[in-house]
């Protein structure tokens, strides 16, 4: 793609979100730069402007024109416009719309109660609230056992048939938070299939590349 501009993405080294887009535009090789941005400065001008929920990520593609914000947004505009050969993504019926339910999962349960079970943990002001960090630590585990049970189901590789898609990608940077919120938890042991499946996303050069890059951005 030498002849495509690099897109531009805002970014935050905190937070999964963002290295979900990075992820898919590694993946499909689509040439980026990476603005990262302090928390204070999403909330006013010019950010703001860009999206008006004062989060990240957003993005600006130079080549369209179109500035757009919210993951799944961004990441559905990607596929259309830059995997005409879809090699994230099936294109035909019914793997098409499979693929939706599985992104909507990720997006209004993984991403959700992980978030809420490290915000108990970590960042609210007050310390050991032992029935919200249960509740969001046994949603956890119940986002990994639904797909540790389709996995064994269908006995297929991936989320979608056999082969990576958009929607494998979409729960990686979230469930690398996993051995940090549940550290005594066995989760090779307890859902062996969804372990499995996600130590092949990891070892994907372009997971690897994104991984990385996100250490960097945060400093360990």
Same mark, same amino acid.
């Given at each position: 793609?030498?002849?495509?501009?690099?897109?531009?993405?805002? +970014?935050?080294? +905190?937070?999964?979100?963002?290295?979900?887009?990075?992820?898919? $535009?590694?993946?499909?090789?689509?040439?980026?730069?990476?603005e990262?941005?302090?928390?204070?400065?999403?909330?006013?001008? *010019?950010?703001?402007?860009?999206? *008006?929920?004062?989060?990240?990520?957003a993005?600006?593609?130079?080549?369209?024109?179109?500035?757009? /914000?919210?993951?799944?947004?961004?990441?559905?505009?990607?596929?259309?416009?830059?995997?005409?050969?879809?090699?994230? !993504?099936?294109?035909?019926? *019914? !793997?098409?719309y499979?693929?939706?339910? &599985?992104?909507?999962?990720?997006?209004?349960?993984?991403?959700?109660?992980?978030?809420?079970?490290? &915000?108990?943990?970590?960042?609210?002001?007050?310390?050991?609230?032992t029935?919200?960090?249960?509740?969001?630590a @046994?949603?956890?585990?119940?986002? $990994?056992?639904?797909?540790?049970?389709?996995?064994?189901?269908? +006995?297929?590789?991936?989320?979608?048939?056999?082969?990576?898609?958009?929607?494998?990608?979409?729960?990686? +940077? /979230? @469930?690398?938070?996993?051995?940090?919120?549940?550290?005594?938890?066995? &989760? !090779?042991?307890?859902?062996?299939?969804?372990?499995? &499946? @996600?130590?092949? $996303? $990891?070892?994907?050069?372009?997971?690897?590349?994104?991984?990385?890059?996100?250490?960097?951005?945060s400093?360990?």
């Amino acid at each position: 793609m030498s002849d495509i501009k690099p897109l531009h993405l805002y +970014s935050h080294a +905190s937070g999964p979100n963002p290295w979900k887009v990075a992820m898919v $535009l590694e993946e499909l090789s689509i040439p980026y730069e990476t603005e990262m941005m302090e928390f204070g400065a999403l909330k006013q001008e *010019p950010y703001v402007s860009v999206n *008006p929920n004062g989060r990240v990520p957003a993005i600006k593609d130079p080549n369209t024109g179109i500035t757009l /914000w919210e993951t799944g947004a961004i990441i559905d505009y990607l596929l259309d416009y830059y995997d005409k050969e879809n090699k994230l !993504q099936y294109a035909e019926f *019914p !793997q098409k719309y499979h693929q939706k339910s &599985w992104e909507h999962f990720q997006m209004s349960g993984q991403g959700p109660y992980y978030g809420q079970l490290a &915000w108990f943990m970590m960042f609210h002001p007050e310390k050991n609230i032992t029935s919200a960090i249960d509740r969001y630590a @046994n949603e956890v585990k119940r986002v $990994l056992g639904v797909i540790d049970s389709h996995l064994t189901k269908t +006995s297929t590789e991936y989320l979608v048939g056999d082969k990576v898609t958009y929607v494998d990608i979409m729960f990686v +940077s /979230w @469930n690398t938070i996993v051995p940090g919120l549940l550290s005594d938890w066995d &989760w !090779q042991g307890t859902y062996p299939k969804c372990y499995e &499946w @996600n130590q092949k $996303l $990891l070892n994907r050069t372009a997971i690897k590349k994104v991984l990385e890059d996100k250490k960097t951005a945060s400093g360990h």
